[in-house]
Structures are given as C-alpha cells and as structure tokens.
C-alpha cells in the first residue's frame, strides 16, 4: 500500500484566494482525520469522517474551512477565502476501524498564504 | 479535561543516554494511549502505545511507563541514538475516537 497520499505538498497562494488541499486514504480505512499543525498550537484536529460521513467538525475553525468525503477514497479540505493565519501543516490521516492500530498519517501539505 | 500536557518541550540527550518524556491527562475516560514521532517533513508515525490496564509495556528500546492513579504516562528511550533524534507526541484517545495530542517535544541526540 502507498500509504495516506496527500497533494499538494506544497502550496503558496495570495490571501482571498480558494485552497483545495487533497488526501487519499489507505484503502479499507473506516476512519479519515484532517489534522492541522502550527508550532504554537501544535497538532489540532479539524474534522474527522467515520466512513465518509463527517462525524466531528468542532475543530474547523471558522465557515471559511469545509471539508467533505465524496467517497471512501478521497477527500478534501477546502478553505474559502484564506488568510496569513492559515498557513500550518495540513495532515491527513486514516485508521482502520479498530483504532487500536493507530492512525497512519500522511506527509502533508505545507500552506504558506501571503 | 480534554488536553493531554507534556513536557519537556525539547530535551538534549548525550548518545547512549535515557531519553525520558512525560505526560499528563485529566480525562479518565481516555482508553487508548499512543506515542507518536515526527521527522522534518514527514507526518508523524506510530511508536508505541498502551491501554490503561497495563502498566509498562516496552518495544525494543522504547518503553512506555503508565501511571493510572496519578494519569501520568510517559515514554522511556534507552540507549537513546543520534537517529532518535527527532519530535516526540503523546496522545489519548477519548470515547468519542478523537485521538488528542500533547504539544510536542524536540529531542535531539549528541552523537
């Protein structure tokens, strides 16, 4: 398996402009997490889906983040407008439905809104 | 209650040294307690966990310590390597899945 596939990895955009951040879990993962990263608020989870129906969204920080599970192989993680204060590391993770397994995380997309 | 606090932030071992990173949690309905470690540029990546029914369990050099009376758990790295170096979380898993985090230490290993 190629492991939780995020793109892009990188991603540079002027504040006001749409952000689109995309992830491909592990095939029979139950489970699908977006994390967001800062080094001053550490690892913050977003918006988890429990086989793409979404389940927790309290972590999405304002109407601006969306995030939707069309199916169970994809995912995306929209945010509309940016801002500055968005750049972070935005992760993806899956886990099987036994979560005892752990998560298995993906590599990240690095946000950078100027 | 939800948080999950660790400490140190960083930590500078000597190489063959013990590397010991300590957490805390309120909730006593976390079931589930995972380590995570992160290299620059990757995500992070299961280490080891345990449940609270057990008090240590210990995988190679890695060794988690938990503590169910005071809810403290933490992880011990023996021998520790300048390969280790690298950002350490704890976590807790609560009834509703949510796996929470601690904030993160930085270790690094003085070859």
Redesign the interface.
Known sequence: DAG?IQSPRHEVTEMGQEVTLRCKPISGHD?L?WYRQTMMR??E?LI?F?NNVP??DSGMPEDRFSAKMPNASFSTLKIQPSEPRDSAVY?C?SSPRD??????????TRLTVV | QQQVKQSPQSLIVQKGGISIINCAYENTAFDYFPWYQQFPGKGPALLIAIRPDVSEKKEGRFTISFNKSAKQFSLHIMDSQPGDSATYFCAARGPDDKIIFGKGTRLHILP
């Open positions: 939780v489970y997490f550490g690892l989870l988890y429990n389940i927790d992760f993770a979560l005892l397994y752990g998560y298995t995380f993906g590599s990240g």
